[in-house]
């Protein structure tokens, strides 16, 4: 299933102890300092695809009039993949139609380490500041902006709560967020950043604005993006339940000793390689959601199964989509592996059944064909068959039943278990010599 895999030989600095003795004590320890400073980068412990907001998805009505947030708060979950001792905290407006005001901001660990609360563990609560030190910042149309960085300790596996007020709000209704969170976000009119627990307001089940965790760490330490669909996005998890297959990969890989390596999950709903579909395409949102996500080592392909299943049922228009899926995989692992990344190519799960309105017999051959060629063409560093993993062994064309969603397209919990049980971990280790 491996290609060659790459080692990484650690280096060591000594200094000796004649000219320890030389140095003021003081001098040294800026020296240190310094040195810790180098050896770290930024790393993303959790990522949000971010896409713009459609009508349906927009806040509630409330937080709508006279701009989005006017005068409101609105405070939000993240699950984070490793732990920190300093954080930042990136917000897009990449979507938005007009530029986006943040009047304060703050960052605490969520009540109880839970996903969807709308209280804090007040004793952690912090300020977050921009620009060294301003309160508030005004993030330009189109733009994304980071928060100064935070010292902030957090463990693998935290949720964090970060609440953003703008008194102005945003003006029109074009805003930039991720409507398939499945993650309870709460809002109340006000500033409300430092506020124990919101309570009379609204909530819903979207994230917005917010694009990216990064946490300062050590050189050996290096982010994964997984890019993907609705099954990766986490259609068929359980609100506030943080068991996307992604999430239940994080915590396999914690238990396995794999503390390095920050998962993030760039998926949408609905979202195509090639074009249609909910969202940017994959083609045209790699580079931005893959390439040049802070500290970048490892990539996942899993996506496809909308450009199969929203194209037509003629073999014409399906042996189009197989070859141009093949070529689209292709450009993007080869600007991975041209920037130093490697790649891993997931296979296509199945999506056939009744009422399923992909089912098909000529897609689910350019399912077949699509697969084959990601397990078979050398593409990718390595590969893993979920199709295989999830698929029902007396028709490989279906989803087994124990880990069907009832849409026979969306794995149930049980699935993603299954998917993150049988991603194989030795992609991460035989890349990487620390292992």
Request: proline share 4%.
């Amino acid at each position: 299933m491996f290609s060659s895999w790459a080692r990484i030989a650690p280096s060591l600095l000594l200094l000796s102890a004649r000219w320890a003795t030389a140095i003021p004590t003081a001098e040294l320890d800026e020296r240190e300092l310094n040195s810790r400073q180098e050896d770290n980068h930024w790393v993303a412990t959790w990522t949000s695809m971010p896409q713009l907001v459609e009508p349906n998805n927009m806040p509630p009505s409330q937080f709508t009039n006279g701009g989005v947030f006017r005068d409101a708060t609105i405070r939000q979950t993240l699950h984070l993949s490793i732990g920190a001792e300093r954080l930042r905290i990136q917000i897009s407006n990449t979507f938005g139609g007009s530029d986006l005001p943040i009047t304060a901001a703050s960052i605490a660990l969520a009540a109880g380490n839970r996903a969807g609360v709308a209280g804090i563990d007040a004793s952690t609560l912090k300020p977050l500041t921009f620009r060294n030190g301003s309160a508030s910042i005004v993030i330009p149309r189109g733009q994304v902006a980071y928060t100064d960085p935070i010292d902030f300790s957090v463990g693998p596996q935290t949720n964090i709560a970060v609440s953003l007020y703008s008194q102005q709000g945003q003006s029109g209704s074009s805003i930039t967020g991720h409507p398939g969170s499945r993650t309870t976000s709460h809002m109340q009119s006000g500033n409300r950043v430092s506020t124990a627990t919101l309570s009379g307001g609204a909530n819903t089940k979207h994230w917005y604005f917010l694009s990216a965790v990064e946490a300062w760490k050590p050189k050996d330490h290096a982010a994964f993006v997984i890019l993907g669909d609705s099954i990766t996005d986490g259609r068929g998890s359980t609100d506030d339940g943080n068991n996307r297959w992604p999430d239940l990969l994080i915590a396999r890989m914690q238990k396995q000793g794999i503390t390095h390596i920050g998962v993030n999950n760039q998926a949408a709903g609905g979202n195509t390689v090639l074009s249609g579909g909910l969202g940017p395409t994959l083609l045209t949102r790699y580079k931005r959601d893959a390439l040049q996500v802070a500290g970048v080592k490892y990539v996942m392909i899993f996506i496809g199964v909308n450009d199969i299943g929203g194209g037509g049922t003629d073999a014409n228009s399906q042996n189009s989509i197989a070859t141009r899926l093949q070529s689209a995989f292709q450009q993007i692992a080869r600007e991975c592996k041209a920037a130093g990344i490697k790649t891993i190519g997931a296979t296509i799960t199945q999506f056939t059944g009744s009422g399923q309105s992909y089912s098909n017999p000529t897609r689910e051959q350019t399912r077949v064909k699509v697969n084959e060629w990601i397990l078979n063409s050398g593409t990718f560093d390595a590969t893993v068959d979920f199709a295989k993993i999830i698929g029902d062994p007396g028709n490989r064309a279906q989803l087994a039943r124990q880990f069907d969603g009832g849409d026979h397209l969306h794995p149930n919990v049980a699935g993603f278990q299954a998917m993150a049980d049988g991603f194989p971990l030795g992609f991460f280790r035989a890349f990487n010599g620390t292992l």
